[in-house]
């Protein structure tokens, strides 16, 4: 699997809106092109919004990414919802947990 932690920083006043929208249309295009969104939260400040999606592997992220960013689902809400970020940072993730043995 690879992980991706993305953190943008929500425009002011602004949060309230991408979350119904992240929720209401951004998770669902994901989901079509086999994006996981996997968790999202608020800081405490109310100023980023940061969650995690997955991938089954690294080899799968381009193709994904494209067929998301291609489609006409984002395209027809792309600029209504980059209005509403002002920064975005991404981080690749790999898991290195280690699940304990079972008795």
């Known amino acids: 699997m690879l992980y991706q932690l993305r953190t943008y920083t929500i425009n002011r006043g602004m949060m309230d809106a991408w979350v119904d929208l992240f929720n209401d249309q951004l998770v669902g295009i994901q989901a079509k092109y086999g994006i996981t969104v996997d968790g999202m939260w608020v800081n405490a400040d109310a ?11 690294a080899d799968e ?12 689902e984002w395209q027809g809400v792309m600029d209504h919802a980059r209005s509403h970020i002002a920064r975005l940072e991404v981080q690749a993730m790999t898991s290195v947990m280690k699940v304990p043995a079972t008795a």
Do not use: C, M, T
Request: aromatic share 22%.
């Open 61 to 72: 992220v381009a193709p994904r990414e494209e067929a998301f960013y291609s489609s006409p």
């Open 47 to 57: 100023n980023q919004f940061i969650w995690i999606r997955s991938f089954p592997s």
